[in-house]
C-alpha cells in the first residue's frame, strides 16, 4: 500500500488575514474581504468589488522578509509571505535538511507588475528599471523566486490549470509523494489582482457589480480576489521518523474535464460528480463521513447550478452541510485551491463549519441551500473541497482528520 | 507521436526532407493544413498556437491508432502569447470597456488542454505544466506517474509560439544573437545569445510496448540551477549507458559550459544536437525527444539535416537526451530501443 500523505504546515495570506490566524478570526467574525480596489489601476476601481490584501508591496516585501528590490511582483511576494508562513509552522528552518519538492501554481504569473510596464518594455525608445520585470510575466518566475529564496532545488514545478491549479498542485505534490520520488512536498498557489483578470471576466460578463451570492437565486457572478497558500505535505514514514506534528491527512483526491465548453461546466455538472466521487471512494470514507463540502461556489450563473446538481446526484438527499467562503476571500483563482484546502483543514481542527456570507434565497434549480450562519462544535472529520475551472478542469480533493 | 516544427516534420518522412534554415534568428514553424483536423467555424477563432497544439495532439493519436481517449498532460511555458498580447492591447486601446472575451480565454495556459478533451470527449485527467524549460519535462514525468497509478495511455505533450513583439522583449535581455546568423552555423557561431523557435510535439505514452512503439524511456533527471560538480555528478550516471547523445547545444556562450560538461563525461560519444532544427524555446527538448525517438526506432539519422555528421555506432540501442534552458532548467532523458 502506497503512502498516506499527511498535512504538516499550512500559511496563507488573503483579503482576510496576512496569516492563518487572521483568516481564521475573520472567518469566525464573519467579516468578508470584499471591498474596493486601492492598488489596480483600471476604470472599475469603484465599480467593481474585489478582495484584495490589505498590504502594499512594500509592507509585503518586509513580510516577506527580502529586502525591496526590483523584479518582485507583487505575485511573489505573496507566494513568499505564505511559504514563510507554512514553513516555519512546519517546523522547517532550513528545506536542505530532508528532500523537498516544491509544486506552485498560478494562472497569469507576474502580470499584475507587466500589465503596468509592457508598453514600456515593447517600445525601443524606452528604458529605464521596468526592464528589471521584462522576465516576469510567465508563472515560473514567482516559482524560481521563492524557491531561490527558501532553496527548493529539489524538483520544482508550476501547474496552470485556471480555478482548480492549487488543488492540482496538491494533487501532484502527493502523488509524488505516494510513488516514493520525495518524501516532502511544498504545494499551493499565488495570485494577484491584476487589470488582465479583472477585464477578462469582466468581458465575458461573469462579475457582479455587488458583493458575491454564491448559491444564491439572484447571484450575477464572481468578485475577483487574491491571496497565496502553501501546504506542507510529508509522506507518513517521514513525518513519523520526523516527528511532524500531523495537522491532517491528504485522503483522496481526484482531477477530471468537463470536455464540454472552453468555458462553462456541463449543466448536470458530469465533471464535478467525477470528481467528488473518485476522490472520496480513493479516500475510503463513504459518503455519510462527510460532513462538509467546501464548495467551488464562484456565483456565476453556470458553475453553481453545475456543482449544486452534481452534489445532488452523488449525495441525493442527504447533500453535507456545504458553503462557498468565496464571499469571504473572492475568487483567487490559482490559489483559491490551496486557501479552500486549508479553511477545511481549520474546520476539522477547530470543529467550525462557515458560513456562505450573502446567501437569501434558494436556487430554483436545487433543493439544497448552504450554511448560512458560523456554526461551532461541529464534530468535522472529512471535508470535500472543489475547485472547478475554464478549459474543463476539475478537481476535488479530500481532506481528512488526523487519527493516528 | 506527431510535431509541427520549423522542419517539414508534420506531413512526410523526416529521413527525406530537406534541412530548413533561417538567416532571421526566429525560426517558424511550418504550418500544415488544419482544415482536415479542425472545423473551419472553430478554426477562424483560434490563433496560432492553438492551432498548432490542437493539430499535433490529433494527429498524434490518429497515429497511435488509439480510440479511447485517456490522460491529457501538456507542458508550455508562454501559452498563448498572441492572445496575451492581444489583450492587453485592447484593454488599454478600448479603455477597458466592449472586450472581447475570446483573447482572454485563449491566453489561459490550459487552453489547448481544453480544447483536446473537448474534441476528444475526454473526461480523464487533465493538467498543464507551466514551467519554463521544465514545462514538458514536468509534464512527462506526471504522465508517468499515471502510467504507473494505472493509466493505459496518456497523450503528453508541448507547445510553444514566438511572436515578433515576444523576441523583441527577450533580446532586450540577450536571448537572441545581436548578430544574423545562418541557423545551419548556430553551433559554430560561439556568442552569446542563441536563435529563437517554436513548435508543438505530441506523444502517447503506454505501460506496456506496442508493435508501434518508438522507444522506451529508462532514465529521467531534472535538475534546477545544478553546480558544475553536481551536474557531471548526475550526468556520469547515464555514462556507460548511451552510444549516442542528442543535446541541446545551441551556440549560446553564455551557457556553453554546461555542454563542455557533457562532452567531458562522454568523451568519443557521438553527438548530434537539435536546435539548428528548431530553434530555442522553453519547450524545445520535446521536439530533441520526439527527434532522438525517430532515431533509435528508425535506426537512422535524418542525414540531410546533418551537414556534417559524426560516425554513427552500427547499432543505436540507448540514445542519452540532455537539454538545459538557459542554464537553469537541466533535463536528461535516456531513451532505450524496443526490441
Known sequence: MSERVFITGIGMITAIGDNVAGNLQNLRLQRSGLGYSSYIDTIYKSVLPVAEVKQDNASLFAMAGIPETGGYTRTTLLGMVAMR?????????????????????????????????????INPEKEGDFIQYIDTLDCADCTQRIADIVGFSEHIATISTACSSSANALMFGARMIKQGLLPRMVCGGTEALTRFTLNGFNSLKNIDKQFCRPFDQQRTGLNLGEGAAYLVLEGETFARANNSRILGELSGYCNTNEAFHPTSPSPDGDGAYEAMKTALAMSGRTLDEVQYINVHGTATLNNDVSEGKALERLFGTEVPLFSSTKPFTGHTLAAAGAIEAIYSLLAIQHNLVFPNLHFSERMEELSITPVTELMEGQSVNNVISNSFGFGGNNASLVISKYEG | MAAISPQDTFDGNIFSAPLVHTNSNRFSCVEPDYKP????????????????????????????????PGPIVTGTGKG????????????????????NPTPFIQSTYNSVNGLIALQQKCTAYNNTFVHRGFSFENALLDSMLLIQEGAAHTLTGAFEEITAEHFYIKSRIGCWKQEPVDSRELYTHLSPGTIAGEGAVFFTLTGTPTPQSYAAISGFRMLYKPTTD???????????????????????????HFYETL?????????????????????????????????????????QWYPTLPPLPAGINKVLFYNHFYGEQHVMILLERVS
Request: some cysteine.
Open chain 2, 263 to 303: 562532452d567531458r563525461s562522454f568523451p568519443g560519444i557521438p553527438q548530434l544536437p537539435f536546435k539548428h532544427l528548431c530553434g530555442e524555446y522553453d519547450t524545445a527538448g520535446a521536439f530533441g525527444l520526439w527527434l532522438a525517438a525517430h532515431i533509435i526506432k528508425d535506426q537512422q539519422v535524418p542525414q
Open chain 2, 37 to 68: 483536423f479542425i472545423p473551419a467555424n472553430s478554426l477562424r477563432r483560434m490563433t496560432r498556437v492553438l492551432k498548432i497544439g490542437l493539430t499535433t495532439a490529433l494527429k498524434c493519436i490518429q497515429e497511435s491508432g488509439i480510440t479511447t
Open chain 2, 80 to 99: 498563448s502569447l498572441q492572445d496575451t498580447e492581444r489583450f492587453i492591447r485592447e484593454i488599454v486601446q478600448y479603455e477597458e470597456t466592449a472586450l
Open chain 2, 230 to 256: 553536481k551536474l557531471a555528478a548526475a550526468l556520469q550516471a547515464f555514462a556507460p549507458e548511451a552510444d549516442l547523445i542528442i543535446t541541446g547545444c545551441n551556440g549560446d556562450s553564455n551557457h556553453a
Open chain 1, 85 to 121: 508562513e507554512a514553513l516555519q509552522h512546519a517546523g522547517i528552518t532550513d528545506v536542505q535538511s530532508a528532500p523537498t519538492g516544491f509544486v506552485n501554481a498560478s494562472t497569469v504569473g507576474g502580470m499584475c507588475d507587466t500589465e503596468k510596464w509592457y508598453f514600456d518594455i
